[in-house]
């Protein structure tokens, strides 16, 4: 019986966690000069929409968790904005690391159930 090894290519991160999105970006120290005002109020908006898990990276990256019928995890840029149809990826965290896995999902209905109904964070 032949046995074939393969490895899953991750990318694991070290976090802090944050409980508000003002304090993460704070702290990653972001350079929001570009339109103080707008980014303030993204940051406003995000908290008032009920964000409230952050997390900073060891490169200074901020994420937040998005809780709506599934759980995910964006990546904070306040000057760029897009919509994408490309598969989401499953990640998680442990302790104060942030794994980003080779586990792509396709975005469709029958995905978002199974997301949610097994708790996944996706990105």
Same mark, same amino acid.
């Given at each position: 019986? @032949? @046995?074939?090894?393969?490895?899953?290519?991750?990318?694991?991160?070290?976090?802090?966690? %944050?409980?508000?999105?003002?304090?993460?970006?704070?702290?990653?120290?972001?350079?929001?000069?570009?339109?103080?005002?707008?980014?303030?109020?993204?940051?406003?908006?995000?908290?008032?929409?009920?964000?409230?898990?952050?997390?900073?990276?060891?490169?200074?990256?901020?994420?937040?968790?998005?809780?709506?019928?599934? &759980?995910?995890? +964006?990546?904070?840029?306040?000057?760029? @904005?897009?919509?994408?149809?490309?598969? %989401?990826? @499953?990640?998680?965290?442990?302790?104060?690391?942030?794994?980003?896995?080779?586990? %792509?999902?396709?975005?469709?209905?029958?995905? &978002?159930?199974?997301?949610?109904? +097994?708790?996944?964070?996706? +990105?």
């Amino acid at each position: 019986m @032949h @046995h074939t090894a393969f490895t899953m290519k991750t990318t694991t991160k070290k976090i802090t966690k %944050f409980n508000s999105l003002s304090e993460a970006v704070k702290h990653a120290d972001l350079d929001l000069s570009y339109n103080q005002f707008t980014a303030d109020q993204e940051i406003k908006s995000l908290e008032d929409d009920g964000v409230d898990t952050v997390y900073v990276t060891e490169d200074n990256e901020v994420y937040y968790i998005y809780q709506c019928d599934i &759980r995910i995890l +964006h990546k904070f840029s306040p000057f760029s @904005h897009c919509i994408s149809n490309s598969p %989401f990826q @499953h990640v998680y965290t442990i302790g104060d690391e942030l794994t980003f896995t080779d586990t %792509f999902i396709q975005k469709n209905a029958q995905n &978002r159930k199974t997301i949610a109904l +097994h708790d996944m964070l996706v +990105h």
